[in-house]
């Protein structure tokens, strides 16, 4: 139960502006764009089989493509209705969930190309939507 403080709050979350570099940045962390696009190429990456990718590169498998698509459409939908702190918050908490099981293994030689832009995309969207939830939200 919340505290009656809390509950009959008259000033709800807010963000503050960015000054310096991130200044240039932040317009795009409160929008849709970036997490729509990465999330779109995973739904891209889900129609490639995995038998046409040589044994020994890495791949991730079918299921988080398509998963971690579904959520980065998720993300996109939160931040395209307006809820720059929820959508920054949902965007970040995933793509550090994929990059913490997926970095190491797409990163190894030998490379392929499709797993490469999944991890670059997925670690730039870390990291403005990161300094946007962790840094301008309170």
């Not at 764009?33 to 791949?59: C, D, E, H, M, Q």
């Amino acid at each position: 139960m919340e505290s009656p403080e809390r509950a009959h709050s008259s000033s709800p979350s807010t963000s503050q502006t960015a000054t310096g570099v991130f200044s240039h940045f932040q317009p795009y962390a409160r929008s849709k764009g970036p997490i729509l696009g990465l999330g779109t190429l995973f739904a891209a990456s889900a129609v490639i089989p995995s038998t046409i990718v040589r044994p020994n590169v890495y791949f991730p498998p079918y299921l988080h493509r398509v998963g971690f698509s579904l959520v980065f459409g998720g993300a996109a939908y939160v931040l395209g209705a307006g809820d720059a702190r929820n959508g920054s918050g949902i965007a970040t908490a995933w793509t550090l969930t994929y990059l913490f099981l997926h970095l190491r293994r797409s990163l190894k030689p030998p490379f392929y190309p499709v797993t490469l832009a999944m991890t670059a995309g997925t670690t730039a969207c870390a990291a403005l939507y990161g300094t946007e939830y962790f840094m301008y939200q309170t």
